[in-house]
């Protein structure tokens, strides 16, 4: 299932490319069937090389999220964990997802969490801990308090900037024991 999600965003990123550039190229091939015309063809062969150009750097990013998920130990674990926006969280590690780069973390050693917010309401945290600094993303404000929380018990003197903990701190409030079905 989490190889699905992620597998999912890679498409949701090129979905315009995937289908926009061979519908244009339908068209101009129909148009060149009506009328002969050396323009229409070369429209038509930049839109096929740009499509493969597309297509290689989908296959790209999609054989490097495969790669980074079958490094992880134990990714079935994370099902039953909690989930802050495109991240999931454990008790000891965290996968977390920024864009479409991957990696996994421990939820110890976090040292400062800062909250940026971005347009149209979207909220980013900047982690520091002893490997450097990596983002996470959340839909809300609330999201972010609940993640903060649930770092901060986990690394009770973790400075927090423009972010307060809000909740118990538990998976609980991150989605944990949560069932879709």
């Not at 839109?47 to 980074?68: E, G, P, Q, T």
């Not at 990714?75 to 000891?92: A, Q, T």
């Not at 973390?105 to 980013?124: A, C, D, P, Q």
Request: with cysteine; proline share 1%.
């Amino acid at each position: 299932m989490i190889k699905r999600f992620y597998s999912s965003l890679v498409s949701l990123k090129y979905v315009y490319f995937m289908f926009g550039l061979p519908m244009m190229i339908f068209i101009l091939a129909f148009m060149e069937t009506t009328r002969k015309s050396d323009i229409l063809r070369i429209l038509m062969i930049i839109c096929a090389a740009i499509l493969a150009f597309v297509m290689v750097l989908y296959y790209r990013d999609k054989h490097k999220i495969r790669k980074i998920l079958k490094a992880v130990d134990g990714l079935e674990e994370y099902e039953r964990g909690g989930m802050i926006d495109r991240s999931y969280i454990l008790e000891d590690r965290m996968l977390i997802c920024d864009g479409l780069n991957l990696q996994e973390k421990k939820t110890v050693g976090v040292t400062k969490l800062t909250l940026n917010s971005e347009k149209h309401g979207k909220y980013f945290m900047t982690a520091v801990d002893h490997d450097g600094s990596w983002n996470v993303t959340a839909l809300s404000e609330k999201e972010a308090e609940h993640f903060a929380a649930f770092l901060k018990r986990k690394n009770p003197d973790m400075e927090l900037v423009d972010i307060k903990a809000e909740g118990k701190g538990d998976l609980r409030a991150l989605g944990a024991g949560v069932s879709v079905k």
